[in-house]
């Protein structure tokens, strides 16, 4: 019964940002006639991948009552660690992408730790001191420099079609059954929704928290770093301003997207649902020669809007919840 009222509840939170995509969609339609074209589409999809995998690895730490400042600074540093290693004349293909995706997982487990095992009051401090550390790192590894020369085989990723369609988006739609099946179908998912429920009762009902606390902030570094990588064949190079302001466009997709900051609440459809809607906006922006500025502005807005829906979503449902409990 419980489980029921928990899907019913992941369905709604879906279901109105999924007509608010549809109805921007339909507004860009009739405004401009060059956004409902079939490059322009596919356009946005690519725009969008980035974003989605990023955000797929913020909401499993969002789920937990947690979040990660840090993931635009690990994309550019998975970034430019294979940078380095093309500089180093090392080529290998397999062997620069296991690079990236560790330097993400590296990322993640320190600020879990930093977390869980020094008790900082909130990762907001742990991650927001790593994004300014890495940052740094990156600047003082590259020489404030871009790296170029991957090759197609690092690249495959972020520029290649498959029958037209971008083999990013198609990578985000694996990486979205994936994480989807792990939240939904995996004790180690319920045990995630039910830290971000309430802490304590999940530490006494002999739920590990700490140890999964960890693998939600290496989920969270590993997707930032295939972001990375999807982001290096999108613009052929590294460097280390690269994801710059993605932490809070993957924030704004997963709360677009139903997920809320308290935790427990947020899907993998409604982030990627979030996610389209960021891009659809920027794009449509870009199609009626808004300036990035404005651009920046109507995002903040919009992310604002969100926040506030889930504060009075929240409400909502405690109002509800103690009511059903005065009933009882």
């Known amino acids: 019964m419980k489980t029921n009222i928990l899907k019913n509840k992941k369905i709604s939170n879906i279901v109105g940002p999924l007509i608010?995509?549809?109805?921007?969609?339909?507004?860009?339609?009739?405004?401009?006639?060059?956004?409902?074209?079939?490059?322009?589409?596919?356009?946005?999809?690519?725009?969008?991948?980035?974003?989605?995998?990023?955000?797929?690895?913020?909401?499993?730490?969002?789920?937990?009552?947690?979040?990660?400042?840090?993931?635009?600074?690990?994309?550019?540093?998975?970034?430019?660690?294979?940078?380095?290693?093309?500089?180093?004349?090392?080529d290998?293909?397999?062997?620069?992408?296991?690079?990236?995706?560790?330097?993400?997982?590296?990322?993640?487990?320190?600020?879990?730790?930093?977390?869980?095992?020094l008790d900082l009051p909130h990762p907001f401090v742990s991650t927001l001191g790593t994004q300014l550390v890495i940052r740094g790192f990156c600047l003082w590894l590259t020489g404030s420099a871009s790296m170029s020369g991957f090759s197609e085989g690092v690249m495959f990723l972020g520029y290649a079609s498959v029958g037209g369609f971008p083999v990013c988006f198609l990578l985000v739609i694996i990486v979205a059954i994936v994480a989807s099946v792990f939240l939904n179908k995996t004790a180690f998912g319920r045990y995630i929704y039910s830290?971000?429920?309430?802490?304590?009762?999940?530490?006494?009902?002999?739920?590990?928290?700490?140890?999964?606390?960890?693998?939600?902030?290496?989920?969270?570094?590993?997707?930032?770093?295939?972001?990375?990588?999807v982001m290096i064949g999108r613009v052929s190079l590294a460097y280390p301003n690269a994801g710059d302001g993605y932490e809070m466009n993957a924030i704004a997709a997963c709360v677009i997207g139903g997920a809320s900051f308290n935790g427990g609440r947020g899907s993998v459809g409604g982030t990627l649902v979030g996610a389209l809607i960021i891009a659809v906006l920027n794009n449509g922006l870009n199609l009626l020669g808004a300036k990035t500025d404005i651009q920046n502005m109507i995002l903040g807005l919009v992310v604002i809007l969100a926040v506030f829906v889930d504060v009075i979503r929240g409400k909502q449902e405690e109002k509800a919840r103690r009511l059903a409990q005065a009933r009882q």
Do not use: H
Not at 52 to 76: E, H, N, Q, R, Y
């Open 20 to 90: 608010a995509l549809i109805v921007l969609s339909l507004l860009l339609t009739i405004i401009t006639d060059q956004f409902f074209k079939a490059n322009n589409l596919l356009n946005i999809l690519r725009q969008a991948s980035i974003n989605a995998l990023v955000s797929f690895g913020m909401l499993f730490v969002l789920l937990t009552g947690g979040i990660d400042l840090s993931v635009g600074a690990t994309i550019a540093c998975s970034g430019c660690m294979m940078g380095i290693m093309i500089k180093a004349g090392i």
């Open 92 to 117: 290998n293909t397999f062997l620069l992408l296991l690079v990236g995706l560790l330097c993400g997982a590296v990322i993640g487990l320190v600020n879990g730790l930093l977390f869980t095992k």
């Open 195 to 229: 830290i971000g429920g309430n802490r304590e009762a999940a530490r006494l009902s002999g739920i590990k928290v700490k140890p999964l606390l960890n693998l939600t902030y290496i989920l969270s570094g590993v997707l930032a770093a295939l972001a990375g990588i």
